[in-house]
């Protein structure tokens, strides 16, 4: 049961939408995530600027919405259709909106990071995929509006009553007597959010009184059903502070379906009860995902950059006598005597003792390539499983586009068996046009010659494979600048020295 909708809020809110909009050049951009926030905001937007006259609409309105490649497919389907409801209307209109949405560069997708680079799934303390999935598309955006007009004001569905860190940040970053606020990073841009004093009660008052239906004919009764199915949203994020005051990505889940960054994913779980089942195999993998993080045998015992560390070992949890136990001053050593490959290698069964007689282990890096392998291949079938499910071939998980950047940073981690085409060939089993460098690196019996003398002069085969791929990234470029500054950042990783 819905309380009575404030009608003299809603009043008073577009009224102060309209003056700030006329007040100024400054064009706006819209944050959408599709969530009850932001749709109270654009709809109110929309009702204001169809209030005005043609000569008053003096300025463009962006409405952008982040596309992070991995969105729930349930809810990015929602945003698309809205969106193009949105534009049409305004079109229509002769209203000067211009809806857009952002995605990330290739590179930093989040399968090129997985999969590609390796990176463990984000968890609270290192959520790595809010950044390049959400926020700095989202900036880029806005500095290309910011280059293009001098300033601009970010239009935003933050409430003051959301949290208490919220409100914290809400309020650090406004002035005094004014509307705006100072966007936290972005230079000359500035935040305005209308709706910072609305209950979530005005929220769904608003959006389900009929008194105000969607301007763009959607019915708001389908985005509070999908609320029902999904327990909540991700909103749009442009701002590093309110990312972390948001916790997981808002302390919900109306977003990215691989999220392991929460314990359990109820918009999956959620979507399922209602009766998508062929969503199952994605909650599957998403739970998997969980599962590798914490597989020793799966990781690198290395950082990302080469940088070795040493993790607490609970003398509770094991058996000493399992282990080889060698004092932490002569670490290097073993492993050099050993020929231990910390790229690869699965588990060492090795516990170090430092000064004070405690028991520590090798940390863990980037997913080894076996495990990356692994990985894409249980993608790849997920996804032709669901193809059938759906019965929509043209249904997609992973871009060939981002299949192709995977392939990149396998071989430059010393993939000379090129596997990114033949894992694809033989789950996927259709013909692609891969690009000119089809032939791998080396020969079979130029990779045993390889590991012979790698063997022979004692002299890390990873670290020869990663210098190949380095020279094979730069051979077709006339202008190799950068390749002999990731030559020295190889050379001078802290597992070659220790």
């Known amino acids: 049961m819905y309380s009575i909708v404030d009608h003299e809020k809603i009043a008073n809110t577009k009224e102060q939408i309209k003056s700030v909009y006329l007040m100024d050049n400054r064009?706006?951009?819209?944050?959408?995530?599709?969530?009850?926030?932001?749709?109270?905001?654009?709809?109110?937007?929309?009702?204001?600027?169809s209030e005005l006259s043609k000569e008053q609409l003096h300025k463009k309105v962006y409405v952008i919405s982040s596309d992070t490649g991995v969105e729930t497919p349930l809810i990015i389907s929602s945003i698309e259709n809205t969106l193009n409801r949105i534009q049409n209307k305004a079109d229509e209109l002769k209203l000067p909106i211009e809806c857009h949405k952002v995605k990330p560069e290739v590179d930093n997708s989040f399968w090129a990071n997985l999969i590609g680079k390796g990176y463990p799934p984000p968890r609270q303390k290192f959520r790595w995929c809010t950044d390049r999935l959400k926020i700095d598309p989202a900036n880029q955006f806005i500095l290309d509006k910011v280059s293009e007009h001098g300033e601009i004001v970010?239009?935003?569905?933050?409430?003051?009553?959301?949290?208490?860190?919220?409100?914290?940040?809400?309020?650090?970053?406004?002035?005094?007597?004014?509307?705006?606020?100072?966007?936290?990073?972005?230079?000359?841009?500035?935040?305005?959010?209308?709706?910072?004093?609305?209950?979530?009660?005005?929220?769904?008052?608003?959006?389900?009184?009929?008194?105000?239906?969607?301007?763009?004919?959607?019915?708001?009764?389908?985005?509070?059903?999908?609320?029902?199915?999904?327990?909540?949203?991700?909103?749009?994020?442009?701002?590093k502070e309110i990312k972390e005051s948001a916790g997981s990505c808002g302390n919900s889940r109306f977003g990215c379906w691989v999220c392991t960054v929460v314990t359990k994913d109820k918009a999956l779980i959620g979507f399922i009860e209602s009766g998508h089942d062929w969503l199952v195999p994605l909650l599957e993998f998403r739970n998997n995902l969980v599962k590798y993080r914490e597989i020793r045998e799966y990781r690198q015992k290395y950082r990302m950059k080469g940088q070795i560390y040493l993790t607490n070992v609970n003398e509770n949890e094991i058996d000493p006598s399992k282990y080889t136990i060698i004092p932490e001053d002569q670490l290097g050593n073993y492993i050099a005597e050993k020929k231990i490959d910390l790229a690869n290698v699965e588990e060492l069964y090795l516990l170090v003792v430092d000064k004070q007689g405690k028991y520590k282990q090798l940390g863990l890096g980037p997913f080894t390539l076996k495990a990356r392998e692994m990985i894409l291949r249980e993608l790849l079938e997920i996804q032709k499983k669901v193809q059938q499910l759906k019965q929509d071939p043209q249904f997609e998980l992973i871009t060939f586009d981002e299949l192709k950047t995977i392939r990149r940073h396998w071989r430059n981690d010393g993939d000379f068996e090129d596997r990114v085409p033949k894992i694809y060939k033989e789950v996927i089993g259709l013909p692609v046009e891969w690009e000119y460098d089809d032939s791998p690196v080396l020969q079979e019996e130029q990779m045993s010659l390889l590991h012979q003398l790698c063997d022979d002069q004692n002299v890390s085969e990873v670290l020869v494979k990663k210098l190949i791929g380095i020279q094979q990234s730069y051979y077709s470029l006339k202008l190799r600048k950068g390749v002999l500054q990731e030559i020295d950042n190889t050379l001078n990783q802290e597992w070659l020295h220790l």
């Open 27 to 49: 064009p706006w951009v819209v944050g959408y995530s599709g969530g009850k926030d932001s749709t109270v905001v654009v709809q109110l937007v929309f009702q204001a600027l």
């Open 154 to 239: 970010m239009v935003l569905g933050v409430r003051e009553n959301e949290s208490n860190t919220r409100d914290q940040v809400i309020k650090s970053h406004s002035i005094d007597g004014k509307i705006l606020m100072r966007h936290s990073t972005l230079p000359n841009a500035y935040v305005y959010a209308p709706i910072r004093n609305f209950s979530i009660d005005d929220v769904w008052d608003y959006l389900l009184d009929d008194a105000y239906p969607s301007p763009w004919g959607s019915n708001n009764h389908d985005l509070r059903d999908l609320y029902d199915s999904s327990n909540s949203e991700c909103p749009l994020m442009v701002d």
